[in-house]
């Protein structure tokens, strides 16, 4: 198998099993330690994942490795990789700093907490804290993986950590270690994982960090790609990381937990129709290297329609049978969770399998386009929100989040064929139009078996497995082509 294909068998187990964790092992933590102690642990992961921000830098590397690599200049690498890592280790200092300061004002800032509960979050948070510090400046191993291509290598490594989490994990839960563990696990496995992955390109790659060089040309080429995708990432911010705070000021916590729960099943949605398309930025940066438009456009095609298979039949399975599984997962109360999510997935349907024209842009260098079109998504967002939030709640919230989306999508359709020069109607033709045919059919067949009534796991299950049979059945009849058929029974008998 190549690279791609391996790398996305084991994105797409390591998915599986972040699911199975989501839905299984969770509530058996939060129940073995408390909601208490899982709040603080809650409340200083976000803390810490909104400070250590990498401003881009972590794209900008995979993009240049990619570049380079494209016109055969390992030289080049080596100079880029000296100059990023001792930009991460300016930045970490920085960081640093923002982290004491936080810390100092902690009391301030969470008055809510009792003085035991300040104390527990204090070491946790000093916990998290000095991991955070010590793994920063390795965040470009990703990106240096994926440009030389070793996705198996890097896919083994973050499943690695998943495991070695879950098993260490659960015998500290079983013995009766409490929050402080939990934390301590979660930094061993990254310390350990980072040691791979150094190793990996040790001994995979020709790479030799070239730590002395300097180049302010090459400096400011990088921060001109980095500010835009900085610009990039704090708008996707602006989305589901605000959310909470902005129906927070006009709802109740109830109205939050139900977007919580919402937010948790489109992000599961979107990691599994999305989990390949980080791998194909290499042989886009090659395309674009050769300027080969045409061949851009048909990779958008190839991977556009497998992320379609994937997304398409999440987005049927819980449209028919979402009320049933949020009953049988959050319980009753949280009726509301259905429309919101269906209002977050039906966007993200028609993006996601257009990603590959993501990929383009990065590695045409033409994020600055890009960021215009994410702040656009951003401004509508909060214009709406706010109203929408005050008058109608959590669904007035999610209205306003699926015409941010919806404003996104369109925006980046009209780039990619005025500017990037792919040909979108011919993209949709080959995609959604001749895949119509597959989901209807499954759509119609799914229906008629959820109108009989089995309120369990067992029936939703049974049911599930049922529908996945006839998707496939019908997805190989008269969806799949027959280059399609090859790679997904190659992909099923391992050839």
């Not at 709802?251 to 939050?256: C, E, F, L, N, V």
């Not at 987005?315 to 049933?324: S, T």
Request: include cysteine.
């Amino acid at each position: 198998m190549s690279q791609i294909k391996q790398g996305a068998i084991l994105s797409y187990f390591n998915l599986g099993l972040n699911v199975l964790i989501g839905l299984v092992y969770t509530p058996w933590m939060i129940s073995s330690i408390g909601k208490a102690d899982y709040g603080l642990y809650t409340l200083a992961m976000s803390i810490i994942g909104l400070l250590a921000f990498d401003f881009g830098l972590g794209n900008a590397t995979t993009k240049f490795i990619c570049e380079y690599l494209a016109h055969d200049r390992q030289d080049k690498v080596n100079a880029l990789l000296g100059l990023v890592f001792k930009l991460y280790l300016a930045l970490d200092a920085l960081i640093f700093l923002v982290f004491m300061g936080v810390y100092i004002f902690l009391p301030d800032i969470y008055e809510g907490l009792t003085v035991s509960e300040m104390g527990a979050f204090k070491v946790v948070f000093i916990i998290a804290a000095c991991y955070c510090i010590l793994s920063f400046p390795f965040i470009p191993l990703n990106g240096i993986l994926t440009g030389y291509e070793k996705f198996v290598q890097l896919k083994s490594c973050d499943l690695f950590q998943r495991i070695f989490i879950v098993i260490t994990m659960a015998i500290c839960l079983i013995y009766g270690y409490g929050l402080y563990a939990l934390v301590i696990v979660n930094s061993a496995a990254g310390i350990i994982t980072i040691a791979l992955k150094l190793l990996v390109i040790k001994s995979k790659t020709p790479l030799k960090v070239n730590i002395r060089f300097w180049d302010n040309a090459e400096l400011k080429r990088i921060f001109g790609f980095v500010i835009w995708v900085t610009v990039i990432a704090l708008s996707q911010r602006m989305i589901f990381n605000i959310a909470p705070s902005i129906l927070g000021i006009f709802a109740d916590s109830a109205q939050i937990a139900v977007l919580g729960v919402a937010i948790t099943i489109e992000g599961y949605t979107y990691l599994f129709a999305n989990a390949i398309s980080g791998m194909f930025l290499p042989r886009v940066s090659k395309m674009v290297a050769g300027k080969d438009v045409s061949a851009v456009q048909k990779l958008m095609v190839r991977v556009g329609r497998l992320q379609l298979f994937i997304c398409g039949f999440i987005f049927i399975w819980f449209a028919v049978f979402g009320r049933e599984f949020i009953n049988l997962w959050v319980g009753p109360g949280y009726s509301a969770v259905y429309l919101c999510t269906l209002l977050f997935l039906i966007p993200i349907v028609i993006q996601l399998p257009q990603e590959i024209g993501i990929t383009y842009i990065i590695a045409a260098n033409k994020v600055r386009t890009q960021s215009y079109i994410y702040i656009g998504m951003a401004a509508i967002n909060l214009v709406l929100a706010i109203p929408l939030s005050k008058f109608y709640g959590v669904t007035g919230l999610a209205v306003a989040i699926f015409t941010a989306f919806s404003y996104r999508t369109i925006a980046l359709d009209l780039m990619f064929h005025k500017r990037m020069g792919l040909n979108m109607i011919v993209f949709f033709r080959d995609t959604f139009g001749r895949l119509l045919l597959p989901f209807a059919l499954t759509t119609i067949i799914m229906i008629l078996s959820n109108l009989i009534p089995v309120e369990s796991w067992f029936g939703l299950i049974l049911k599930s497995i049922v529908a996945t049979v006839i998707f496939s059945i019908v997805l190989m009849t008269f969806g799949a082509n027959k280059e399609e058929k090859t790679l997904i029974k190659s992909i099923i008998f391992r050839r």
